[in-house]
């Protein structure tokens, strides 16, 4: 079993910023896959980024170039830094750690982007 707490979420003005945090109890190293959804309210859970071993980075194209995803192997954890918020980032986001046999579900953080 894995554990995964996110934190860093919170109200954020459109055009701030917030670095998501998303510690495992277990190893991040090796053929893992860790990243990030996202669900507003009444939509749609929706893929945000993605950090596979040995890969690029991979974005919902709607957060390239603000997100980014990033790594510590030696804390066991994945940040997903989010610049020039906008209202539609607001969502709750969810971390998740995929080592191809299981999916992984933190509890969420809430992200909410109003002025």
């Known amino acids: 079993q894995v554990q995964l707490v996110e934190s860093g979420g919170g109200l954020v003005q459109p055009g701030g910023s917030l670095r998501l945090s998303c510690a495992s109890s277990?190893?991040?190293?090796?053929?893992?896959?860790m990243g990030w959804y996202r669900q507003a309210p009444g939509g749609q859970r929706e893929f945000v980024a993605r950090l596979a071993a040995g890969a690029a980075p991979f974005y919902k194209s709607a957060v390239e170039g603000r997100f980014t995803i990033s790594r510590d192997v030696d804390k066991n954890t994945v940040y997903l830094q989010m610049n020039n918020l906008k209202p539609e980032d607001t969502a709750v986001y969810y971390c998740?750690?995929?080592?191809?046999?299981?999916?992984?579900w933190g509890q969420g953080t809430q992200v909410t982007v109003s002025s």
């Open positions: 277990r190893s991040i190293s090796g053929v893992v896959v």
């Open positions: 998740y750690y995929d080592d191809y046999r299981n999916k992984y």
